[in-house]
């Protein structure tokens, strides 16, 4: 497989299962100069930079970044890192010496980082309050000298490495404690193969397809490096939506991941589903996130799981053991009835969202006039969620079977009879009845369950898509409306879920032309400006968060389809000819 090379300014370094990263990214939409060590434990916390210098002065690189190692090359040599293990980062260098200096700018009582030898075999031990771990630099092989051992204040640290020119290596580690000094067990060499070999392992399960397709390595590689292992409140290994800043998992970010996943890593990917149900509160209520040190349950998120778990299901390769389905089926089925019994007025059967969070939609101009809103979507996406429940427990519950079904009834009655005016969907507030902002693409979400809707009513939302389209996709918010923001978040911008979610509407409609072509939008835009959190909807830049899992797993699976359907019309072709 010929190497991937990726842009380090925009997406990081990292490997599968660890929670470091190596990246210019050091905070919230805030780059540094100097490429750095981040750790991604109790947020988001650049550690150490790494300062090329030669003659005992910085000098400039150009750096160059793959799956399997990260180097920098100067005019005086050049030196790689790479991943050890999850903990673990060897950097080897010769010509060119580096600086690790300390991230933090100081050290009081509670902030900063402490630098001092260690007595038992020399290495370099960083202390850090704002991680709460301890970051191990080990001599492997040539010069190396520490600046500020145990200075307190605001006094500069520093580890030196190559200042004589010649060749030199390292370990840096992130630990809990004091483990043994380090012994490497492997050759930098056999190091970087061992990742290399790991990743085109999984290139290979989530994108057989892709040489048909362009950004498919690109996609697979920030997939892979955004997975850690179990660790905190990350109950599983698990995917974080970025390993920059959005080093989080959102109650129903998950789910796009786990379906990407799906065919090659079915262990993986139901994991992926079930993490955020780890956190499911005594009411049935998801939190709205998790990472490593904190839950947070202000807000919830959208009832797409019933309609993820139904398409999960389909993509595994194999059958569900019957535990995992008595599990999905309970976890769905409180979560339904946290929908219906804290989230409905007095003899009401619409649910309502308490803020645009709960809808994933954040700021959705449909939001603009109430914040507590009965929205088209989340009727639909409850009522695909009685289906699957139903479904389930005919296999699980066939007592309750029935139930889930007659509620399956009167909410796509409700949804009809309540929020459908004739020509189109409404959201409406519950203190006054007053109605939403019309100009949002979240209104033509009930798309997604158009295999339940009048056929009429899926025509009239396949318009609204088409108004919404540009060159890269369908914008969140009309280009046309005044509250049109091209970097407004969810009032202009395009997104991945959303595509995917009218892309498998419109296809479930019937409406596979206008469907393939929003999958081909889509994917040229993934090609052409990367796996960013959300795009330009007129100019196609990336925006935001610049290496987005979902972004990454939505181009797979419409990629991946995409191939399938060329197969089976090639296939077709084949059989035509064949028979004439």
Same mark, same amino acid.
């Given at each position: 497989?010929?190497?991937?090379?990726?842009?380090?300014?925009?997406?990081?370094?990292?490997?599968?299962?660890? *929670?470091?990263?190596?990246?210019?990214?050091?905070?919230?939409?805030?780059?540094?100069?100097? @490429?750095?060590?981040?750790?991604?434990?109790?947020?988001?916390?650049?550690?150490?930079?790494?300062?090329?210098?030669?003659?005992?002065?910085?000098?400039?690189?150009?750096?160059?970044?793959?799956?399997?190692?990260?180097?920098?090359?100067?005019?005086?040599?050049?030196?790689?890192?790479?991943?050890?293990?999850?903990?673990?980062?060897?950097?080897?260098? %010769?010509?060119?010496?580096?600086?690790?200096?300390?991230?933090?700018?100081?050290?009081?009582?509670?902030?900063?980082?402490?630098?001092? @030898?260690?007595?038992?075999?020399?290495?370099?031990?960083?202390?850090?309050?704002?991680?709460?771990?301890?970051?191990?630099?080990?001599?492997?092989?040539?010069?190396?000298?520490?600046? =500020?051992?145990?200075?307190?204040?605001?006094?500069?640290?520093?580890?030196?490495?190559?200042?004589?020119? #010649?060749?030199?290596? @390292?370990?840096?580690?992130?630990?809990?404690?004091?483990?043994?000094?380090?012994?490497?067990?492997?050759?930098?060499?056999?190091?970087?193969?061992?990742?290399?070999?790991?990743?085109?392992?999984?290139?290979?399960?989530?994108?057989?397809?892709? &040489?048909?397709?362009? =950004? $498919?390595?690109?996609?697979?590689?920030?997939?892979?490096?955004?997975?850690?292992?179990?660790?905190?409140?990350?109950?599983?290994?698990?995917?974080?939506?970025?390993?920059?800043?959005?080093?989080?998992?959102?109650?129903?970010?998950?789910?796009?991941?786990?379906?990407?996943? %799906?065919?090659?890593?079915?262990?993986?990917?139901?994991?992926?589903?079930?993490?955020?149900?780890?956190?499911?509160?005594?009411?049935?209520?998801?939190?709205?996130?998790?990472?490593?040190?904190?839950?947070?349950?202000?807000?919830?998120?959208?009832?797409?799981?019933?309609?993820?778990?139904?398409?999960?299901?389909?993509?595994?390769?194999?059958?569900?053991?019957?535990?995992?389905?008595?599990?999905?089926?309970?976890?769905?089925?409180?979560?339904?009835?946290?929908?219906?019994?804290?989230?409905?007025?007095?003899?009401?059967?619409?649910?309502?969202?308490?803020?645009?969070?709960?809808?994933? *939609?954040?700021?959705?101009?449909?939001?603009?006039?109430?914040?507590?809103?009965?929205?088209?979507?989340?009727?639909?996406?409850?009522?695909?969620?009685?289906?699957?429940?139903?479904?389930?427990?005919?296999?699980?519950?066939?007592?309750?079977?029935?139930?889930?079904?007659?509620?399956?009834?009167?909410?796509?009655?409700?949804?009809?009879?309540?929020?459908?005016?004739?020509?189109?969907?409404?959201?409406?507030?519950?203190?006054?009845?007053?109605?939403?902002?019309?100009?949002?693409?979240?209104? $033509?979400?009930?798309?997604? $369950?158009?295999?339940?809707?009048?056929?009429?009513?899926?025509?009239?939302? $396949?318009?609204?898509?088409?108004?919404?389209?540009?060159?890269?996709?369908?914008?969140?918010?009309?280009?046309?409306?005044?509250?049109?923001?091209?970097?407004?978040?969810?009032?202009?911008?395009?997104?991945?879920?959303?595509?995917? @979610?009218?892309?498998?509407?419109?296809? #479930? &409609?019937?409406?596979?032309?206008?469907?393939?072509?929003?999958?081909?939008?889509?994917?040229?835009?993934?090609?052409?400006?990367?796996?960013?959190?959300?795009?330009?909807?007129?100019?196609?830049?990336?925006?935001?968060?610049?290496?987005?899992?979902?972004?990454?797993?939505?181009?797979?699976?419409?990629?991946?389809?995409?191939?399938?359907?060329?197969?089976?019309?090639?296939?077709?072709?084949?059989?035509?000819?064949?028979?004439?």
């Amino acid at each position: 497989m010929p190497t991937l090379e990726f842009p380090i300014d925009e997406v990081p370094f990292s490997m599968r299962g660890s *929670w470091l990263s190596v990246s210019r990214v050091v905070g919230l939409h805030r780059s540094a100069e100097l @490429i750095h060590l981040v750790s991604h434990q109790t947020g988001m916390h650049p550690v150490l930079s790494f300062q090329p210098v030669a003659g005992g002065a910085p000098v400039g690189t150009t750096e160059s970044a793959a799956p399997e190692r990260l180097r920098w090359v100067g005019d005086a040599g050049e030196f790689t890192a790479a991943f050890a293990d999850v903990d673990t980062v060897r950097v080897r260098g %010769a010509g060119l010496g580096l600086r690790l200096a300390d991230a933090s700018g100081g050290l009081t009582p509670f902030t900063g980082t402490f630098l001092f @030898i260690a007595p038992q075999d020399g290495a370099a031990v960083l202390t850090s309050y704002e991680t709460g771990r301890r970051y191990r630099v080990s001599r492997l092989a040539g010069e190396f000298s520490v600046i =500020g051992s145990e200075r307190l204040g605001a006094a500069e640290r520093a580890i030196e490495v190559g200042g004589d020119g #010649g060749e030199w290596e @390292i370990a840096i580690e992130e630990l809990t404690s004091e483990p043994a000094p380090f012994r490497p067990t492997r050759s930098f060499d056999e190091v970087v193969a061992a990742r290399a070999a790991e990743f085109a392992a999984f290139v290979d399960g989530v994108a057989p397809w892709r &040489a048909e397709h362009s =950004g $498919a390595t690109l996609a697979a590689y920030v997939l892979w490096s955004a997975i850690v292992r179990p660790l905190g409140f990350v109950t599983r290994e698990t995917v974080l939506m970025s390993k920059h800043w959005m080093n989080k998992v959102w109650s129903w970010d998950h789910c796009f991941n786990a379906l990407a996943l %799906a065919p090659s890593h079915p262990e993986l990917a139901i994991d992926q589903f079930l993490v955020v149900f780890d956190h499911q509160a005594a009411t049935g209520a998801l939190p709205d996130s998790i990472t490593h040190s904190e839950v947070l349950y202000n807000f919830v998120k959208p009832p797409i799981h019933g309609w993820m778990w139904s398409e999960l299901r389909r993509r595994l390769p194999g059958s569900v053991p019957d535990e995992v389905l008595l599990e999905v089926y309970r976890r769905l089925a409180a979560w339904t009835r946290y929908w219906l019994d804290h989230r409905r007025g007095p003899d009401a059967v619409l649910p309502f969202y308490e803020h645009g969070n709960d809808s994933g *939609w954040d700021n959705s101009t449909v939001f603009d006039v109430d914040r507590v809103m009965e929205s088209p979507d989340l009727a639909a996406f409850l009522v695909l969620q009685l289906d699957e429940l139903a479904r389930l427990a005919d296999e699980v519950a066939p007592e309750a079977a029935e139930g889930w079904r007659r509620e399956g009834e009167l909410f796509l009655g409700a949804l009809m009879g309540e929020l459908w005016d004739g020509e189109r969907f409404v959201a409406r507030s519950v203190a006054g009845g007053r109605i939403g902002s019309t100009s949002s693409l979240l209104t $033509a979400l009930p798309l997604v $369950a158009s295999h339940r809707l009048p056929v009429e009513v899926a025509e009239r939302l $396949a318009e609204k898509v088409v108004a919404h389209l540009t060159a890269f996709g369908p914008a969140t918010e009309l280009p046309s409306s005044p509250r049109y923001d091209a970097d407004g978040y969810w009032r202009g911008p395009i997104w991945a879920p959303s595509t995917m @979610i009218v892309e498998a509407g419109l296809r #479930g &409609a019937g409406f596979h032309d206008l469907a393939d072509d929003i999958s081909e939008r889509f994917r040229r835009l993934c090609e052409h400006s990367g796996f960013a959190e959300n795009f330009d909807a007129l100019t196609g830049a990336g925006l935001r968060d610049r290496a987005y899992t979902w972004t990454a797993s939505v181009y797979l699976l419409l990629a991946g389809q995409a191939s399938e359907r060329s197969t089976a019309m090639a296939e077709m072709v084949s059989d035509r000819a064949g028979g004439t």
